[in-house]
Each structure stands twice: as C-alpha cells, then as structure tokens.
C-alpha cells in the first residue's frame, strides 16, 4: 500500500494488562477513541449459512466473449440484425482467397446441423489456388499462449467436388482437404491442422492447435484446398486450459476470480435477461442443455447474440465446481415490463392455456436437476456426464417484475406446482425492482399470502443509502419470508469503482449479518464486465481477452466471501463524538471456531478503538488482520496497473481487550483463531 501510516495496532498481554500507548497517540485519541465490544463466548444466533454468494448474467459480454471459454465470435453463423443492426449471419467472419484462388460462401438453411441451428455456410471454390475459405478474429482478437493446446473443432459435409452438377456431385472417393490455421494479424503460422471432409452427412472434425509463440490478437483460418464445395457449422477454437479443465469449459483466470471469492450460491443466469424482452424472448433452460450443437441460441435483451454454449449444465457444473449452491432463476410466467421499448407498459402473460406447459418445464428444471439416472430428466442430465444428482435447493421464480393481476395469477400457479411436487424446493420470490414504492409494497403483501420462502430485494442506491439504511432489516419480521438481497450496488454519481463505493457495501453488508436469521442470500451486481461492451457500470470485474481488473468493489467482497460465519454475535459499537460512518459485526465459523470481526471505517480520518472481545479466554491469541484501505476514498483500481486498492494481510495476536487505530477510508477483517 502506498498510504503511510496505514494502522496501527497496540494489545495487551493479558485481560486486565495496561495498554502502554505512545504519549502523542494517547493524547490524540483518549477523548475519540470508539468502543467495540463483541460477546465472543455467547452461543449467538445462528445465521444462513449461504448468506454471501454471486450474480451471473450475460450482461456486458459475460457469458459469450467472457466467461464461457470459446475463442470464435458467431461459430454457428447465427448471429441476427434483430440483436444489433449491422449483424447478420456473416458478422466476425471474412472470406480469404490465397494465391490465386477463387470462391465464396453463402448462407444455406436446407440440411441444417439441427432444427436449433438453422444456418451454415455453404463454401464454394472455383479455383484452389492457396485456398479459400473463412477467417474469424474471435472477439477483437484471439489470445494464444506459446506451449498451451487449443482444440479447434468444426461441423462439416461435402456438397461436391469438381463441378457442382457432375454425377453423384462428384464427391465419390474425393474428399476436400482443409486446413486450419492460427495465424497471427500479418500472416504468420503460428500453428496448422490438416483434414479431409468425407461425405454427405454432418461430422465433427476436431483436432488439437498448439502455437509457436503467443500473440494477444490471432485469428482461426480455414481453407479449403481443391475445387469443390463443403458447408460449415459450429467452427470453434477452446483452449484446453479451461477451468478445471472441463470440456465446454470457462475461461480458467476469470473463473478462478469468482472462485476466490468464495461464494456460497451463484444466481443465474440472469436479471432481467430471465423474463425478457417479450414471451418469445424468455431464457428457457432446455434449449440451454445437451450437445452445443443442437441448442437454440437467441437474441439477449442486452443487445447482442446469446450462444447458450454456457448453459444450465455448465452453470450447474461451475457451481459444483467451485463449493456453491445454484440458484436458477425462472420467468414467472410474465415477460419485462420494460418489453418491446415500453417502459413500465410492457409486462405480458403467457396465455392461460399454455401455462400447465410451462408449470411442467420448470417441474422438469428440478428433475434434471435433482432426478435420479433413471428419470427421464435425471437421465439426459447423466447423459451430459453427471450422473450423480446436483442437490438443487433454491428456484427463484420471476425478477422484478411488476406486482399486477397477471403476476400474480401466474406466479400462484408456478409455486403451488413447486411445492406440491418438491416441497422440499426453496422457492425465492420478488418484490419488484426497487427497495421501496408500490410493487416493492405489494410484492411483500404477496409474498406473505403466498408463505414464499424468501424474498428476492434489489438495490442500486449512492453510498450515503447504504450508510444510512444499515438498520434497515432490524426491524423486518422473523416469522415472514427470508431475504435475498440479490442485486446491490453502491452507485456513485459518475458510475465509478471508487473506494468509497465499496466501503458503502461492506458497510451494508455488515447489517445483512446482523440480520443473518431474516436475510439469507445476497449477492452484489453486476458481476462481469468486458472493457468495450459494456452496457452497465459499474460492475465487478472488469476484464479484456487477455487482462482481469479487481476493482475495490472485488475486493470487499472477497474479503467477505473469505470470512463468512453461521452464528452471529452481539456486537456493541458505542462511536466517539464525531465519528458517523464507522459500524462493525462479529460472526463465528462454527466449522473452525474462529471469531470473525469486520469493522468499516468510512470516515477520512482513522478510528481509534477499545475492543474487548468478552469471554475470550485470557492470553494472546493468533489472528490475521485483512485490512483494505487508502488515503483517497475516490481511489479506482486502474486497468493495466498494479491495483492501487488491494488488501493486506498480516498476523498478529491479540489479547480480550486490546487498542487498535483503524485507518481512514478502511475494511478491516480480524479473525482470531480458536
């Protein structure tokens, strides 16, 4: 850290041991110093023990471009003008005719690779030259690593060969050779596979890629080398690096950025991009699942083209990956208000005829999801290669929608169907898209008629919201519906990551803990961010095809992910004169013993404190002390460079009752081992 002064810490040997203070610090701080007491022996309340977890949606290219590991920008040709208006089946791809050669590609839909990819492209070469064929550049440029293997795959079938009116189309013991390059932006090999299309029939080809050297900016060549014609589908570049190394798999530095976050639950896979932008656009999980090849990929209410090469599976797949919980989230039955460029006028309800329909895909979601092999959901989700059930326990069914009859009618429907099949099936409701107004009011009301589980919350408000609403469910009733606070942000005016946002949520986060009995899920958004496609800030993590930026915002939240407890523990803060924007919480890990202290110091000055940690045995105890600060609360960690907001870690030991300065603009994270 380049903030001098950043704190510092003075303990006691023992209980009742005179803390020998420096004159000038004593003096400074006598007459301010803050008084934090946790009863660190009571048995506390318990909490939820998923409390902390994350919100996924393909938002700012998080899915396709982001986290799912494919490298080729529309492998299956499918991209649409109605996602933007410049796209269409040819967008990310170029024609390349070498040395001579000659031919084009059309697009064809009359032998699609499946009903859900409708089209390919037909490649025709008059003359061989070189060869001809298609170049994609992937998303701005292909990142390839020297030494790392990428496996590049394609769907293909000969049309004919020679002449395209000839006997039999000619093709009869002539196959086309093709071969696939990674070539950098000037031309160089940078690696090359050879093929040979045989046939009338649809086959994979595949083969492994492996570069000479690395290039920020390569691009996939196929050529085909004989006069002829073939027709492509699905051509994709993986690395095999992926995260854990799955087939399909995500992008390994990113997803390990959410894995070290710890989550308890991932939220997916949307947001407003669940429900739509009208019924013909709702995410339905089948058309998510199954071979890539044979998924409906369709327009994202974002404004771009949705793969669904990430899809229910993969999600699944992650969260089992990395410890958490899914939380699929659902259309309940109703589209976006905001639909069809009709803010606030745009909700509509599936027709009542087709609801006992839609009721037995989402019955359907949780068979796949928690069906043994022998089921017929249970199987095609052993098919994918799980066979063992996922252990779904939360369905969240609707987000944000506005509280109206038709909602209602529909929502009724979906959870009285739930738990009649799965009783056992947390259902997570909504209460609109604000933290107060008249859906937030009458999605409760609702909510409590209907006994639902818990309550989905969201909330974009400024850091001073935060600060002030850290009572906010002190006052909620304990015999209602739980909480999930599950879209929340600190927004500055200008949308920056600055510091002082971040504090503002751990400071928020701080009263989800207090009222871990009454909130039992939260999650910050949004998650993922790719510099140059991004249509919402500010977001977690931003990242480039090559760099991830941890933004301060990251870094509290790891923090938190990182000490999480099931049993809080009273924690009295009594603040010296003066001093507005301090506030603490104490939890226990059950699991480890460990005490867990977060105190927030949003203030510019540091915080003296007197902690006394009641009924902790007398002696020194080993602690590490996370603390993520600086000088400046409008401090953004910048793209390209060292964070200038990251936490440090030290040990120490402290005693029951010890003094400690906490600095300004400061997350301090005690956990004291048992």
């Given at each position: 850290?380049?903030?001098p002064?950043?704190f510092?810490?003075?303990e ?18 006598e007459?301010?110093?803050?008084t934090?007491?946790?009863q ?6 318990p ?13 700012n290219?998080a899915?396709?471009g982001?986290?799912y590991?494919e490298l080729i920008?529309?492998r ?5 003008a109605t ?7 040819f967008f990310?791809?170029t024609v390349?005719?070498r040395?001579g050669?000659d031919?084009?590609?059309n697009?064809?839909t009359a032998?699609p690779l499946?009903?859900?990819?409708p089209?390919?492209?037909a490649?025709s070469v008059?003359?061989?030259g ?10 701005g440029?292909i990142p ?14 000969q049309?004919?060969?020679?002449e395209a009116?000839s006997?039999n189309n000619?093709?009869?013991?002539r196959?086309?050779?093709v ?8 031309g160089?090999?940078l ?7 045989t046939?009338r029939?649809?086959q ?6 492996t570069?000479?050297q690395s290039?920020g900016?390569?691009?996939?060549v196929?050529?085909?080398g004989e006069k ?7 051509v ?9 190394g799955?087939?399909n798999?995500?992008?390994a ?5 959410i894995?070290d976050l ?17 019924l ?5 999980w089948k058309d998510?699942v199954g ?5 409906k990929?369709?327009?994202?209410l974002?404004?771009y083209h949705q793969?669904?090469?990430l899809?229910?599976?993969e999600f699944f797949q992650?969260?089992?990956d990395i410890g958490?919980?899914p939380?699929?989230?659902?259309p309940?039955?109703?589209c976006c208000q905001?639909?069809?460029?009709s803010p606030?006028h745009g909700?509509?309800g ?5 609801m006992?329909a839609y009721i037995?895909?989402v ?5 796949w999801a928690?069906?043994p092999?022998t089921?017929?959901?249970?199987r095609?989700?052993?098919e ?8 779904l ?6 987000n944000?929608?506005?509280i109206t009859?038709?909602f209602?009618?529909?929502?009724k429907?979906?959870?009285?169907a ?8 947390q259902?997570?409701g909504?209460a609109g898209?604000?933290?107060?107004g008249e859906?937030?009011d009458?999605?409760w009301?609702f909510?409590?008629?209907?006994k ?8 974009y408000?400024s850091?001073?919201?935060?600060w002030?609403?850290?009572a906010r469910?002190?006052r ?7 909480v999930?606070?599950?879209e ?6 200008d949308?920056?990551n600055t ?5 503002a949520?751990a400071a928020g986060?701080t009263?989800?803990e207090?009222?871990?009995?009454v909130?039992a899920?939260a999650?910050y958004a ?6 140059g496609h991004?249509?919402w800030t ?12 941890l933004?301060?915002n990251?870094?509290?939240?790891q923090?938190?992910?990182?000490n999480?407890?099931d049993?809080y ?5 009594a603040k010296a004169?003066?001093r507005k ?8 890990d059950?699991?480890?013993?460990d ?5 927030v110091?949003g203030?510019?000055t540091?915080?003296a404190?007197?902690i006394r940690?009641a009924?902790l ?8 002390r ?6 400046q609360?409008?401090a953004v960690n910048?793209?390209?460079q ?7 870690t030290?040990e ?9 300065e ?5 997350f ?5 081992r048992r």
């Amino acid at each position: 850290m380049n903030t001098p002064r950043l704190f510092r810490t003075l303990e006691a040997a023992a209980l009742g041991t005179a803390i020998l203070l420096p004159a000038a610090f004593a003096a400074e701080t006598e007459s301010a110093r803050s008084t934090l007491t946790v009863q660190a022996a009571s048995a506390g309340t318990p909490i939820s023990g998923d409390l902390f977890g994350v919100f996924f949606e393909d938002l700012n290219y998080a899915a396709d471009g982001g986290l799912y590991g494919e490298l080729i920008q529309n492998r299956s040709f499918e991209y649409s003008a109605t996602e933007q208006n410049d796209w269409g089946p040819f967008f990310s791809w170029t024609v390349e005719r070498r040395g001579g050669g000659d031919g084009g590609i059309n697009i064809k839909t009359a032998r699609p690779l499946h009903p859900n990819n409708p089209h390919y492209v037909a490649l025709s070469v008059k003359t061989p030259g070189q060869g001809v064929g298609v170049v994609n550049s992937g998303f701005g440029g292909i990142p390839v690593q020297t030494g790392n293997a990428y496996e590049v795959s394609f769907f293909s079938h000969q049309l004919f060969m020679g002449e395209a009116w000839s006997p039999n189309n000619g093709i009869e013991g002539r196959p086309m050779p093709v071969v696939v390059r990674l070539e950098s932006a000037t031309g160089k090999v940078l690696a090359e596979q050879t093929f040979r299309v045989t046939g009338r029939d649809w086959q994979r080809y595949s083969a492994r890629l492996t570069p000479g050297q690395s290039d920020g900016a390569a691009r996939l060549v196929l050529l085909a080398g004989e006069k002829g014609g073939i027709a492509l589908d699905e051509v994709s570049l993986f690395p095999v690096q992926t995260f854990h190394g799955r087939k399909n798999g995500l992008r390994a530095d990113l997803a390990q950025a959410i894995a070290d976050l710890k989550p308890k639950f991932v939220r997916f896979p949307g947001g407003c991009l669940s429900h739509g932008d009208g019924l013909t656009n709702f995410y339905r999980w089948k058309d998510t699942v199954g071979p890539v090849e044979q998924r409906k990929g369709q327009r994202n209410l974002w404004g771009y083209h949705q793969s669904v090469g990430l899809g229910y599976f993969e999600f699944f797949q992650f969260c089992e990956d990395i410890g958490a919980r899914p939380l699929p989230v659902l259309p309940a039955g109703v589209c976006c208000q905001n639909a069809d460029n009709s803010p606030g006028h745009g909700q509509e309800g599936l027709p009542l005829a087709e609801m006992p329909a839609y009721i037995q895909d989402v019955l359907d979601l949780i068979e796949w999801a928690n069906g043994p092999a022998t089921t017929t959901w249970g199987r095609l989700r052993a098919e994918a290669g799980h066979p063992e059930p996922f252990g779904l326990k939360y369905v969240g069914i609707g987000n944000e929608d506005q509280i109206t009859p038709v909602f209602k009618e529909r929502f009724k429907l979906i959870q009285e169907a739930v738990k009649a099949r799965y009783p056992g099936i947390q259902v997570v409701g909504t209460a609109g898209p604000f933290p107060s107004g008249e859906d937030f009011d009458q999605g409760w009301q609702f909510a409590r008629e209907q006994k639902v589980d818990v309550v989905d919350e969201h909330y974009y408000q400024s850091p001073e919201w935060f600060w002030e609403n850290l009572a906010r469910y002190d006052r909620y009733d304990r015999k209602g519906p739980r909480v999930y606070v599950g879209e929340y942000a600190a927004h500055e005016r200008d949308r920056r990551n600055t510091l002082r946002s971040a504090l503002a949520e751990a400071a928020g986060f701080t009263g989800f803990e207090r009222n871990g009995d009454v909130v039992a899920l939260a999650s910050y958004a949004p998650l993922l961010a790719r510099r140059g496609h991004t249509q919402w800030t500010p977001d977690m993590i931003y990242f480039t095809a090559t760099d991830v930026v941890l933004t301060a915002n990251y870094y509290v939240q790891q923090m938190v992910g990182q000490n999480q407890g099931d049993v809080y523990l009273t924690t009295d803060l009594a603040k010296a004169a003066g001093r507005k924007l301090l506030t603490a919480s104490s939890v226990r890990d059950t699991r480890t013993g460990d005490l867990i202290v977060k105190i927030v110091n949003g203030d510019s000055t540091p915080a003296a404190l007197s902690i006394r940690l009641a009924g902790l045995p007398a002696g020194n105890h080993r602690a590490l002390r996370t603390v993520l600060a600086n000088l400046q609360a409008d401090a953004v960690n910048p793209d390209g460079q060292a964070p200038v907001v990251r936490p440090d870690t030290a040990e120490m030991s402290v005693a029951p009752e010890f003094a400690m300065e906490v600095p300004a603009n400061s997350f301090t994270v005690l956990r004291i081992r048992r």
